[in-house]
């Protein structure tokens, strides 16, 4: 094997393994023959559907990866409450589409972003603009300018935190210096990540 071909290996491990664990969440079993056969799935899947490799940094840091697994059950459990709340309290609920631009000029990162976001009860992605790294978001709750604010900051909080556990150094930099969204530096000309 060359070390092109071993490097593209390691990289593509993380995706393979996260295929055979999806698979057997699937399944609802962690047995012996779930991993089997998702491993088989997984070499399938891999296989025929070949996508373009995505490249990771390499770099974990496990403090703040766990860090970021009590903040997503938390704000899971926080947003389940308001999303309760709105449906059962006094008034009409209200929601709005929400612009959200990211600091962070990578595939992953925004990918990362858009899920847990998503996964969150009260906001969605239903759009994402790759170019330009912008997600639109349908969040209940938005009332005035403020709670535009809030949504965005929300994003903006949530990819810190996935850089902080799995982002590269610079990109580490960006969300550290608090530089202004991708889209904004691109148009001054400043988009260097």
């Known amino acids: 094997m060359t070390n092109r071909t071993l490097k593209r290996f390691w990289n593509q491990l993380p995706f393979f393994v996260w295929l055979v664990v999806l698979w057997m969440m699937l399944w609802g079993q962690f047995t ?6 998702g491993v088989g799935v997984a070499a399938f899947v ?24 009590v903040q997503f059950l938390w704000e899971l459990v926080h947003g389940a409450l308001q999303v309760a709340w709105q449906a059962i309290g006094p008034g009409t609920p209200s929601a709005a589409i929400v612009k959200a631009p990211l600091r ?16 969150v009860p009260g906001t969605t992605v239903v759009e994402a603009d790759r170019g330009r790294r912008v997600l639109y978001l349908h969040a209940i709750g938005v009332r005035d300018d403020a709670d535009l604010d809030r949504v965005r900051h929300n994003v903006l909080t949530w990819e810190r935190r996935i850089v902080r556990a799995v982002g590269s150094r610079s990109e580490l930099g960006v969300c550290r210096a608090k530089l202004p969204p991708y889209l904004e530096r691109r148009e001054s000309g400043e988009a260097a990540s």
Do not use: E, Q, Y
Not at 32 to 37: E, V, Y
Not at 104 to 115: E, K, N, Q, R, S
């Open 32 to 37: 012996w023959l779930a991993a089997i056969t």
């Open 104 to 119: 962070v000029d990578d595939d992953l990162i925004m990918t990362h972003t858009a899920v847990a976001v998503s996964l």
């Open 46 to 69: 891999t296989t025929v559907f070949r996508l373009p490799p995505a490249d990771l940094t390499g770099r974990v840091n496990v403090f703040w990866l766990a860090v970021f697994i």
